[in-house]
């Protein structure tokens, strides 16, 4: 056997004309450099041995800070990580552009229920199409509150409230985890003016997380694509987080659909139903307040329309053609466009995120006007006048954003 080495070292001429790969594996070595490290784990990464793909990525992308295709590879794997397919994604993401400027219908069970596109329903219909949240990730998202009473009184004990988005939250989330992983790895990679610049996000902002390697050599394209890609699943689990509602596990989780659905229900023919629809009014102001926080970056709301715009800046660095685009950028204009209308003196991204809320709450808004109407056609109907402070409130808080919809006689 040694005999064997000897002549096989001879012949390579010292190591000259033989690869260092066939003399590590004559000595039972693995090369360690980075291109090696980079290889074996792309061929770990293709034949689906994600955990190994990832250590040997690592591996590679801790040689030096031209890493960028290192960091390129685990955006992609931690993608799968989180239970992705990239093709999927994809053909999912030119399949809803190419519906959205046909007259076509989708047959899809996702489809929204209305003709009209949205950003909320495209994220909606998408997160349908590509994800499936466990039980567990739904407990991590958010928190049941028992102390709205003014609910209570209408059959409403608790109420689902998404958490703020932090590190903690993203390890207990488990494709939040993965995707936060690839984030952080492609961060410096990014590029700063076109697409950074306008995120809210944190990690964006931090040097030690993203220090910034947009200088060194590296495939600038796969780096923003795959850096879109897990933004838009991080908006999509993000955009349902803010959506949960109903019965899972024997758990109920409510919220704002099962919320309006209750209200709707209240018996408002004397004052004492007039004094529930308001004490519950009240609370659901409270409620949509926390549920949409549009003013705050951490909120799941805000970090939905952060990543739509992710999404967006990033496709347009890579030189992605609008045949895949498309559906976000369209929504995302119409949403710029709706912010620029609202009053106020909010930033344009909170009234971006503002809008977005609008398309979500829309017909619940459009659902709470129609009871406060029936109960209160007028302020001097029996218990109007007492409760309109309440009820007006309820109705503001929940049609923030809403583009258009008849405010009730009691609350002009």
Known sequence: MRRTGLVLLLSCG?????????VNRLFGMEDESYSSLLQRAQFA???????????LANKAYGRAENNGDAGVLLGNIHLSQAGIDIFQLVGK?????????????????????SDARSASSVLTEMSCLLLSLSDADK??????VTSYNGLKAIGVPSVYIPNEVNDDLRS?????????????????????????????????????????????????????????????????????????????????????????????????????GVANLALAAADFANVIGKIFDTGNSKSQIALALNGLIMV?????????????????????????????NLPGTGNSTTKQTQVLSGQINQAYAASLAQKIEQACPTAATAGCS?????????????????SSISTPTLCK
Request: charged share 20%; hydrophobic share 35%.
């Open 14 to 22: 010292w190591l000259n004309s033989c690869g260092s790969a066939n």
């Open 45 to 55: 990464y293709d034949d689906g041995e994600f955990s190994r793909a990832a250590e």
């Open 93 to 113: 993401l030119s399949t809803l552009s190419s519906s959205s400027t046909s007259s076509g219908s989708s047959t899809s069970k996702c489809k929204s229920s």
């Open 139 to 144: 407990d991590a998202l958010g928190s049941t």
């Open 172 to 272: 207990k989330v488990g494709v939040l985890g993965a995707l936060d992983k690839g984030i952080r790895a492609l961060c410096p990679f990014i590029d700063r003016t076109k697409v950074l610049a306008s995120s809210i996000d944190e990690r964006h902002k931090n040097a030690d997380i993203c220090p910034d390697r947009t200088k060194t050599s590296f495939s600038s394209p796969k780096a923003h694509i795959a850096f879109a890609l897990l933004h838009l699943v991080e908006a999509l689990v993000f955009q349902q987080g803010v959506l949960i509602d109903g019965v899972s596990s024997g758990e109920t989780r409510t919220g704002v659909q099962t919320i309006s659905t209750k209200m709707s229900s209240v018996n408002t023919g004397s004052v004492q």
């Open 312 to 340: 967006s800046k990033s496709f347009e660095a890579a030189g992605v053609p609008s045949s895949v685009t498309s559906v976000i950028t369209t929504q995302l204009t119409n949403l710029q466009k709706t912010a620029a």
């Open 386 to 402: 007492d409760n309109k402070a309440s009820l007006c409130a309820g109705f503001t808080s929940i049609s923030q954003g809403v």
